[in-house]
């Protein structure tokens, strides 16, 4: 718990933007459905089955092959250690159209294999820590849609909130079991718009495994008791703000808040600034903690400067001295959250700075970069003493805009993270190359 955990952050998930508009932070994903699938393989089956029931006719079947290459070795004065893994699969999803206009079934099942898998190079979180592959049912669900506006959801399913989330930056997604009401209110367009929700989360199955586990033993504590989680976010033109909560009986206790504002200053020039606030502490039994309790929250700021397709950013985060924050069920969404380290120690405070372009003006479509490089450090006794870290993030990535090739994404990342603590200095170094492959097939 009061360990440094590596990152794994939100902004894995997501493409580099092009904009500070398609910056998604952890708020703006609450809740939000996943985007529609760009390709359609065989659009003639649709017309196929025009008269068909609707049941039948807005079925949808697609294919997400995935492979991920992840090389990790981690230099301390006295030991070299390595995680290697080389993981193929992917994933199929299936939805049935409403019956009476209402209801609706669905089931996405993931599987991955060891492609190059040295038995002693294991923890990759694109396996199961022994390497092994293994494919599960992640999702399987009935949803109820209610006046176009709000949505019920009960079974196996993928939900997108900071503090509870998909974690989609290896093979296999986290996912949920539970039931969760969802809605819209308002138009974006034309005033205020709320999206909200919330729901009871009872089990939740991790990315490198096949076994779904109580929300409250995935956090650390050895009963199973679940989630209550109840959100919403709130836009009114460039302005947002939003609020989660989650609370596990006798386990912890997550509030998440986070407002933004975003303001174009010309055709070509866009700025916003956006602050985040996440309080933890554990209740009850205080479980995670062998029955000692304890409180700590992390504050986050950032600015982004977009020009045309450029971007440069500055992010700020401070983390309570008492103890560390931890991310049990998601991402890290702070952030300076980065791809080897969270930045969220005891004490620690973190800078960031970053660049990201998209060369689509330059005759390079599709084709866009990143840089980011974050500074953290502390003195908090709960922390282990004095430390001071860094880490250079660099992202290359391909998403060609032309069939058949609409849905491929292939990435390039590299990461070095540099730690010293008590006179001994850690590096490691993380490099990745990554194939996603998303396909409709009608």
Request: aromatic share 16%; glycine share 8%; no cysteine.
């Given at each position: 718990m009061a360990g440094g955990a590596h990152g794994q952050n939100f902004r894995q998930e997501d493409p580099i933007p092009s904009s500070p508009r398609q910056d998604f932070t952890a708020i703006d994903s609450l809740f939000r459905p996943p985007p529609?699938?760009?390709?359609?393989?065989?659009?003639?089956?649709?017309?196929?089955?025009?008269?068909?029931?609707?049941?039948?006719?807005?079925?949808?079947?697609?294919?997400?092959?995935?492979?991920?290459?992840?090389d990790q070795?981690?230099?301390?004065?006295?030991?070299?250690?390595?995680?290697?893994?080389?993981?193929?699969?992917?994933?199929?999803?299936?939805?049935?159209?409403?019956?009476?206009?209402?209801?609706?079934?669905?089931?996405?099942?993931?599987?991955?294999?060891?492609?190059?898998?040295?038995?002693?190079?294991?923890?990759?979180?694109?396996?199961?820590?022994?390497?092994?592959?293994f494919a599960v049912a992640g999702q399987l669900?009935?949803?109820?849609?209610?006046?176009?506006?709000?949505?019920?959801?009960?079974g196996r399913y993928l939900y997108n909130t900071p503090y509870l989330g998909p974690q989609d930056n290896r093979m296999i997604p986290n996912t949920f079991y539970g039931y969760t009401l969802i809605g819209t209110f308002g138009d974006p367009d034309s005033g205020p718009s709320l999206r909200a929700g919330g729901g009871y989360i009872a089990t939740m199955k991790p990315r490198d495994s096949a076994t779904f586990l109580s929300m409250s033993r995935q956090a650390g504590a050895n009963v199973d008791n679940g989630v209550g989680v109840l959100g919403g976010r709130l836009t009114w033109g460039g302005a947002s703000i939003g609020l989660v909560e989650y609370f596990c009986q006798d386990t912890l206790n997550i509030a998440y808040g986070e407002a933004e504002y975003g303001l174009a200053l010309s055709d070509s020039i866009f700025a916003e600034v956006a602050v985040q606030y996440a309080d933890q502490r554990t209740v009850g039994a205080n479980l995670t903690n062998g029955g000692v309790p304890y409180q700590t929250n992390q504050l986050g700021a950032r600015f982004e400067l977009g020009y045309r397709t450029g971007i440069l950013t500055f992010g700020f985060s401070t983390v309570n001295p008492n103890f560390a924050m931890v991310n049990p069920w998601s991402a890290n969404p702070v952030y300076t959250d980065s791809q080897i380290q969270s930045f969220q120690r005891a004490g620690e405070n973190a800078v960031e700075v970053g660049?990201?372009?998209?060369?689509?003006?330059?005759?390079?479509?599709?084709?866009a970069a990143s840089v980011y490089y974050v500074n953290g450090w502390t003195t908090s006794a709960a922390a282990g003493g004095p430390l001071n870290e860094y880490e250079w993030d660099f992202n290359l990535e391909?998403?060609?805009?032309?069939?058949?090739?609409?849905?491929?994404?292939?990435?390039?990342?590299?990461g070095q993270s540099v730690?010293?603590?008590?006179?001994?200095?850690?590096?490691?170094?993380?490099?990745?190359?990554?194939?996603?492959?998303?396909?409709?097939?009608?």
């Open positions: 529609p699938t760009p390709l359609l393989l065989f659009p003639e089956m649709h017309d196929q089955l025009k008269d068909a029931p609707a049941f039948v006719r807005d079925a949808k079947f697609s294919i997400n092959p995935r492979s991920f290459y992840f070795v981690t230099n301390k004065p006295t030991k070299v250690s390595v995680s290697e893994a080389w993981a193929g699969g992917g994933s199929l999803a299936a939805e049935t159209g409403r019956l009476f206009d209402v209801l609706s079934f669905g089931t996405v099942v993931y599987g991955t294999f060891p492609i190059y898998a040295p038995l002693a190079y294991g923890n990759t979180g694109l396996l199961q820590p022994d390497q092994g592959g669900y009935a949803r109820a849609e209610l006046f176009d506006h709000f949505a019920i959801t009960g660049l990201s372009y998209v060369f689509t003006p330059l005759g390079l479509p599709g084709i391909w998403r060609p805009n032309f069939k058949p090739l609409q849905g491929l994404w292939l990435r390039a990342r590299y730690t010293a603590q008590n006179n001994i200095s850690t590096t490691i170094d993380d490099l990745r190359f990554i194939l996603n492959y998303t396909l409709k097939l009608y």
